[in-house]
């Protein structure tokens, strides 16, 4: 079946804009996770939604950073006015009943700010 | 603070050899460990996942826990060339998000 998908796959922003980045998980999976992941590094959690309501968002490394997932699928990760330190790979993961906890990532979503 | 180590590499093991990967953990109160193996580039595959103590295989991959010390270990099996990857290991609490220790780089010569 689909897995995971993101987009874009890459976004290249200049530092100041905001950007969206889009996560659609895996069709059923209630839990859905965002990290960020820098080069060479081990990924990052920023928030955590079970259905609509997010339940943790305390990897959030600023109050610029902000995610929603209004209806409980599809998730959106907002970056407010982009400094270059926020340049990294966004990866989102999802996990369903049954799963025993198995997060199934997607593809990832790197951004560049310039 | 919650943390998981890995030694960084790389671990260079010739074709056909058995590849050992550690790991530890500071959180006495996780719960479930998995291993993701993660090409360069691309974003991590999950590959084993392990919940009680003792020894967990999967084709040429074993995976074992030891939560008194605070331990997990995953064993490749006739090493090959495709494996060569980053294998980060992940460990969480009550289904929570995944603490990811920064990854050991594998290298398989053929």
């Known amino acids: 079946g689909a897995g995971v998908s993101q987009s874009p796959r890459y976004k290249v922003a200049k530092r100041g804009q905001d950007v969206a980045l889009r996560c659609d998980p895996i069709s059923g999976h209630v839990s859905l996770f965002w990290y960020q992941q820098a080069l060479g590094q081990g990924p990052e959690f920023l928030t955590y939604?079970?259905?609509?309501?997010?339940?943790?968002k305390s990897g959030l490394p600023s109050d610029r950073f902000f995610a929603e997932r209004p209806e409980g699928s599809v998730s959106t990760l907002k970056i407010q006015r982009t400094q270059q330190e926020d340049s990294a790979v966004y990866l989102c993961?999802?996990?369903?009943?049954?799963?025993?906890?198995?997060?199934?990532f997607g593809p990832g979503t790197r951004l560049t700010v310039t | 603070q919650k943390e998981v180590e890995q030694n960084s590499g790389p671990l260079s093991v010739p074709e056909g050899a058995i590849a050992s990967l550690n790991c530890t953990y500071s959180d006495r109160g996780s719960q479930s460990f998995f291993w993701y193996r993660q090409y360069s580039g691309k974003s991590p595959e999950l590959i084993m996942s392990?919940?009680?103590?003792g020894d967990k295989e999967d084709g040429r991959f074993t995976a074992q826990l030891n939560k008194a010390s605070q331990y997990v270990s995953l064993l490749i099996r006739d090493s090959q060339p495709s494996d060569s990857a980053t294998y980060l290991c992940?460990?969480?609490?009550?289904?929570?998000?995944?603490?990811f220790g920064g990854g050991t780089r594998l290298m398989v010569k053929p």
């Open positions: 993961a999802s996990s369903g009943p049954g799963s025993s906890y198995e997060q199934y």
């Open positions: 392990i919940y009680s103590n």
């Open positions: 992940a460990v969480s609490s009550a289904g929570n998000m995944l603490t």
């Open positions: 939604f079970q259905n609509e309501a997010q339940l943790d």
